[in-house]
């Protein structure tokens, strides 16, 4: 192999090997390169994963946080609950909250006892008291001072005879009371049953003097009904006062006391109240005072011995409502004040600033704005308060007494039928009780004529079972269950279920002929 040759052969080795330099290099460039890719692509799955769990920890923070928040809302709400029942406990007065009715005959004494009892409770002052004297004097009417106490227009001072029924309150050491007082003449005896409805406690008041307990007692007199309608109207209680034992007719005679006890026992036996446990009797002189705050001095009456009047009404014990029951507030009456204001008696349930109720039976809904006990603004108020309650959504105009403010979720039942049990009493000339029967009827706080559909059945009232044959009619001292009928619609509930929304009486020409209750609601009559 000459030189040229020799020299061919290398140039070619060193191109193959150039070529496989190459080779070595593209493929180590590839290879690089591919692993950049992967790296990049490793890189780019890691930050995936990364947010993926990022994300995840995010929503677990943020769903923690939402619950914490949740938890925090429950809390607050549950502690402000718990500050609401306890700033309720702490508004409600540890005193217990009676309703007191004044009852009798015209000219007992019922505002002038009421009127003595504030002016002894320090709710009337001296220089008040002066001006009353003052002002009886001058209408020659001296004695009555003490009822311009109770008798607050001038009518009633006029004529010396409540009309309205007045309202005041006092505090005992254990007891917060409202004293309603009402008319004693028969003219306004719809008065008095709108103020017995509201009551708990009965307070009869009967003149010792000469005359007087029998004119109120005989027939026609004022106190046998009075005591008739406040046990048909829910009265349990009744303290019977033996008033004006000071009367120089009297003076404190145990005899006369002895009389009036001994006469007025077996009525009120009659008139369904357990004489030993629901009624007490009690000699007191309200225009003096005498045996009401303090008992009476044994130099004054050396043969009592029990109780002054407000031990009496201390020691009352009446059954309790349920504060946790469906809410039911009669409307007795209603006005304009920076919205509508209703006012009545809790009888069952408890109200609440803030509340969504429903006035029955034409089924506004509103809202509660605020709450009055007698004067002051309460949060809430209990069964047996006499309230004040602003309301939203409904014009005064579109309520009527009667009207009845009610839960939402349990409503008062509304109708304009229904069947009840009646006692006839007295119908008026000897009239017989028919079907066509027609009457005014007072249930709570409505007053609606009514017409008695049908007689059921005649209760025999030995036995308190129905009697087997059919009944037409009925005379005075029967016991019938019939069906009532009323013109519009009204709010009551069956006497079982609520006693306060199921009792009644049925009225004729000023008249009381029959006392009932409710037993059996025609819902679709309304």
Known sequence: ?????????????????????SADTTEMIAEDNNGVVNAEDEIAQHEELEKVDKMEEDSKEVVHNQAVEVEKKVKEKENSALDDEAAFEKELPKKRHLNVVFIGHVDAGKSTTGGQILFLSGQVDDRTIQKYEKEAKDKSRESWYMAYIMDTNEEERVKGKTVEVGRAHFETEMTRFTILDAPGHKSYVPNMISGASQADVGVLVISARKGEFETGYERGGQTREHVQLAKTLGVSKLLVVVNKMDDPTV??????????????????KL???NVKKDVQFLPISGLIGTNMKTRVDKSVCSWWGGPCLFEALDATEIPQRDPKGPFRMPIIDKFKDMGTVVMGKVESGSVREGDSMVVMPNKAHVKVLAVFCDEDKVKRAGPGENVRVRLSGVEEEDILSGFVLSSISRP???VS????????LELLDNAIFTAGYKAVLHIHAVVEECEIVELLQQIDPKTKKPM??????VKNGAFVVCRVQVNNLICIE???????????TLRTEGKTVAVGKVTGLNLSSA
Do not use: C, H
């Open 1 to 21: 192999m000459d030189i040229d040759e020799k020299k061919i052969v290398d140039i070619e080795e060193e191109i193959r090997s150039l070529q496989l330099d």
């Open 251 to 268: 003076n404190w005679s145990k005899e006369r006391y002895d009389e009036i006890e001994s006469k007025m026992t077996p009525f009120l």
């Open 271 to 273: 008139s369904g109240y």
């Open 412 to 414: 008062i039942p509304s």
């Open 417 to 424: 039928e229904f069947e009840a049990q009646l006692q006839i």
């Open 468 to 473: 087997k044959r059919k009944v037409l009619f």
């Open 494 to 504: 069956k006497f079982s279920d609520f006693p306060q929304l199921g009792r009644f």
